[in-house]
């Protein structure tokens, strides 16, 4: 267990990043948003798309960052405050492989198509209780949020699990040879991006595949034995010297899916993970969620852990916002909400028909409906309209009443469907939230969901802003 909660000290920073400081001081957390700085941390000014951020060294010090990594002197802040380096991307990056040299931790690297972020909370939930974890922040997935995430790792911690995303080829790579997994997992293989690969699910495949490159000697993979490029990724592995082992319903997987209850507030889950039964329920509805949670026992086991204990903590996790959390909206009738279902944080034709169909499970209240608000699927490639046409049959099969729709792309699918399941339609999401909340009647039951680009969450807050209150309800 860690005994002390610094992370770096000012000599072990110099050393990563070969910088400059006449400080000597203690690391307790990393920051790059001033926003959020929390005493002890060591902000890193970094430059992007949101702006500069050595414009805000002086605030972080003021909010009680204990120094910052920077490129150049800041006027009002000490030297010794300081660690002044070349880039300050670079020196985060250095801190990670850094951070990752020092540990003994077993690593668990995770990539898939969707259901990234939902299966690495839940294996940072099994995890916890074999020993000490940390688990990337969000969905801190990309060429600053994974160093950012392995940077911020304490040299004692016992398990380490990292997200890794991509939106173009050789951009998982380089992180997967900076996290070097002991453990690597692919949840599944979808045309997520395929707009930006010129040879499509092929180039999706290989893009996934680049996660092998850093799994260390001796390592093992972990793949979705149920989708249809299980045989390329298993070839890709071996070619690696890679073990292989796989999850899902197929016969042949050793952590195999035996039952699944579907319900409204869960799913009750039997399974057999390398000849051991296991029976837990899940509080994340959804015969998807079920098979996913078959990789994060079948890593406990191959890390050698307990899964009867791993599926008890599972039993704990709850749907995170953006990715199907659920709150209860008092639209009038405190005994008869609105139940709100918070899918806003991306989409793809695989997850849209995936929550879909826990829409379906979802009975509304008294005189209530079920209600989809969906925003466009992006970076979809030349069909991208026709892969929003297809949704018309998954929404048809899960019962679902009235459909409104923003965005260019849906708007192929709004006009599309039959008269009596048309809502609104507005261009852009900020335009649709100033509508849906009125037209909400006590006991719906509605589902926002699109790409991060879509800004779907404004609808989000739009509703959570309209009612008397939200309600909480006791779990079931």
Same mark, same amino acid.
């Given at each position: 267990?860690?005994?002390?909660?610094?992370?770096?000290?000012?000599?072990?920073?110099?050393?990563?990043?070969?910088?400059?400081?006449? =400080?000597?001081?203690?690391?307790?957390?990393?920051?790059?948003?001033?926003?959020?700085?929390?005493?002890?941390?060591?902000?890193?000014?970094?430059?992007?798309?949101?702006?500069?951020?050595?414009?805000?060294? @002086?605030?972080?010090?003021?909010?009680?960052?204990?120094?910052?990594?920077?490129? &150049?002197?800041?006027?009002?802040?000490?030297?010794?405050?300081?660690?002044?380096?070349?880039?300050?991307?670079?020196?985060?990056?250095?801190?990670?492989?850094?951070?990752?040299?020092?540990?003994?931790?077993?690593?668990?690297?995770?990539?898939?198509?969707?259901?990234? %972020?939902?299966?690495?909370?839940? #294996?940072?939930?099994?995890?916890?209780?074999?020993?000490?974890?940390?688990?990337?922040?969000?969905? $801190?997935? *990309?060429?600053?949020?994974?160093? !950012?995430? @392995?940077?911020?790792?304490?040299?004692?911690?016992?398990?380490?699990?990292?997200?890794? =995303?991509?939106?173009?080829?050789?951009?998982?790579?380089?992180?997967?040879?900076?996290?070097?997994?002991?453990?690597?997992?692919?949840?599944?293989?979808?045309?997520?991006?395929?707009?930006?690969?010129?040879?499509?699910?092929?180039?999706?495949?290989?893009?996934?595949?680049?996660?092998?490159?850093?799994?260390?000697?001796?390592?093992?993979?972990?793949?979705?034995?149920?989708?249809?490029?299980?045989?390329?990724?298993?070839?890709?592995?071996?070619?690696?010297?890679?073990?292989? $082992?796989?999850?899902?319903?197929?016969?042949?997987?050793?952590?195999?899916?035996?039952?699944? #209850?579907?319900?409204?507030?869960?799913?009750?889950?039997?399974?057999?993970?390398?000849?051991?039964?296991?029976?837990? %329920?899940? &509080? @994340?509805?959804?015969?998807?969620?079920?098979?996913?949670?078959?990789?994060?026992? #079948?890593?406990?086991?191959?890390?050698?852990?307990?899964?009867?204990?791993?599926?008890?903590?599972?039993?704990?996790?709850?749907?995170?916002? =953006?990715?199907?959390?659920?709150? !209860? /909206?008092?639209?009038?009738?405190?005994?008869?909400?609105?139940?709100?279902?918070?899918?806003? $944080? *991306?989409?793809?034709?695989?997850?849209?028909?995936?929550?879909?169909?826990?829409?379906?499970?979802?009975?509304?209240?008294?005189?209530?409906?079920?209600?989809?608000?969906?925003?466009?699927?992006?970076?979809?490639?030349?069909?991208?309209?026709?892969?929003?046409?297809?949704?018309?049959?998954?929404?048809?099969?899960?019962?679902?009443?009235?459909?409104?729709?923003?965005?260019?792309?849906?708007?192929?699918?709004?006009?599309? #469907?039959?008269?009596?399941?048309?809502?609104? $339609?507005?261009?852009?999401?900020?335009? /649709?939230?100033?509508?849906?909340?009125?037209?909400?009647?006590?006991?719906?039951?509605?589902?926002?969901?699109?790409?991060?680009?879509?800004?779907?969450? /404004?609808?989000?807050?739009?509703?959570?802003?309209?009612?008397?209150?939200?309600?909480?309800?006791?779990? @079931?």
């Amino acid at each position: 267990m860690i005994q002390s909660n610094i992370i770096w000290t000012a000599k072990e920073a110099v050393e990563a990043t070969k910088g400059v400081t006449t =400080g000597e001081w203690n690391i307790t957390g990393l920051s790059i948003d001033s926003r959020t700085i929390s005493a002890g941390d060591l902000f890193i000014a970094l430059d992007g798309e949101f702006g500069n951020g050595h414009d805000y060294v @002086v605030d972080a010090i003021n909010k009680g960052a204990v120094a910052a990594v920077v490129s &150049q002197e800041i006027d009002d802040v000490s030297s010794d405050r300081l660690l002044i380096v070349e880039d300050t991307l670079t020196a985060m990056q250095a801190l990670a492989h850094h951070a990752r040299a020092r540990t003994a931790a077993k690593i668990i690297g995770i990539t898939g198509s969707v259901g990234k %972020t939902g299966t690495k909370e839940m #294996l940072a939930h099994a995890f916890s209780t074999l020993g000490q974890t940390h688990a990337s922040i969000k969905s $801190y997935n *990309n060429h600053w949020g994974v160093p !950012y995430t @392995v940077a911020s790792m304490h040299a004692g911690t016992d398990y380490g699990i990292f997200e890794m =995303g991509m939106n173009n080829p050789n951009e998982i790579s380089p992180l997967s040879q900076m996290v070097k997994p002991d453990i690597a997992i692919i949840t599944t293989i979808s045309p997520v991006h395929v707009g930006n690969f010129t040879d499509g699910l092929d180039g999706i495949i290989a893009a996934k595949a680049e996660i092998f490159d850093g799994v260390l000697d001796g390592g093992c993979v972990v793949l979705n034995r149920d989708i249809a490029s299980f045989d390329i990724l298993n070839k890709k592995a071996e070619d690696k010297a890679l073990s292989v $082992y796989s999850f899902g319903e197929h016969q042949s997987a050793q952590a195999r899916l035996i039952n699944c #209850l579907e319900a409204a507030n869960g799913s009750r889950v039997t399974a057999n993970i390398l000849n051991e039964e296991v029976k837990y %329920t899940l &509080q @994340v509805p959804g015969k998807h969620i079920a098979i996913n949670s078959l990789s994060i026992l #079948l890593a406990v086991k191959l890390a050698g852990g307990d899964i009867q204990q791993a599926a008890k903590a599972l039993e704990k996790q709850e749907a995170i916002i =953006g990715r199907g959390k659920r709150e !209860y /909206l008092d639209f009038g009738e405190k005994d008869n909400p609105v139940t709100l279902i918070d899918e806003s $944080y *991306n989409a793809s034709p695989v997850a849209m028909s995936a929550a879909f169909k826990v829409l379906a499970l979802v009975d509304p209240g008294r005189g209530g409906r079920r209600i989809a608000i969906l925003g466009d699927m992006l970076e979809l490639g030349h069909d991208s309209d026709k892969l929003h046409e297809d949704l018309a049959l998954p929404i048809k099969a899960a019962n679902i009443d009235l459909v409104y729709t923003c965005g260019k792309h849906m708007k192929k699918l709004h006009d599309c #469907l039959p008269a009596n399941q048309r809502g609104g $339609y507005r261009p852009n999401s900020k335009e /649709l939230s100033q509508i849906v909340p009125d037209v909400l009647t006590p006991g719906d039951v509605v589902m926002v969901k699109g790409s991060l680009g879509s800004k779907m969450g /404004l609808i989000v807050e739009a509703l959570r802003a309209f009612p008397v209150k939200i309600i909480k309800k006791k779990k @079931v």
